[in-house]
């Protein structure tokens, strides 16, 4: 499936975590890794119950059943601190079924490397998903953009008062 850019460590924990959680009920939407002095992983999950929302209970749930396969892993060569939580508003996009759901609507990207004449980071429109890759009108010219050259995005939301 296409996906934004991940390190393979990312690659590997979000394997585990979607083998793991899908039978509990539960989707990863994205997780975060960062290791800089104790590593910290952040996991965003989703129900796959049609219309439920994460609750607390799902995170600990979910916290709980992780916590000790990682362990075991030994994936971070010494202590870590696992969050999980629920994507909310700040909901990330990570497979193209994601970028799908929002075509049409505003989106903050930010790049493994620049486009000439766009740069690293930028707004702009989804206008289409296509395989492998995202089609973004950004500064009024369209730009074809890899997934895969994707580090994150996430739609923007604009309230009205």
């Given at each position: 499936m296409d996906s934004i850019a991940k390190t393979d460590l990312e690659h590997?924990?979000?394997?585990?975590?979607?083998?793991e959680l899908m039978p509990l009920g539960y989707r990863v939407v994205d997780l975060d890794c960062r290791v800089s002095g104790k590593t910290l992983l952040r996991v965003f999950i989703e129900s796959l119950k049609e219309g439920a929302q994460v609750s607390i209970d799902d995170c600990v749930t979910v916290s709980r059943h992780l916590d000790p396969i990682l362990e075991a892993g030994d994936y971070f060569g010494g202590s870590y601190e696992l969050e999980v939580s629920s994507p909310g508003l700040d909901r990330r996009l990570r497979l193209s079924t994601d970028f799908e759901k929002v075509t049409g609507k505003e989106l903050k990207v930010v790049l493994t490397e620049s486009i000439p004449g766009v740069g690293g980071q930028f707004r702009g429109h989804l206008l289409r998903v296509l395989p492998g890759r995202v089609e973004m009108k950004v500064s009024g010219k369209e730009v074809l953009v890899e997934l895969n050259k994707i580090k994150k995005a996430q739609t923007v939301w604009e309230f009205r008062i």
């Open positions: 590997k924990l979000l394997d585990l975590c979607e083998k």
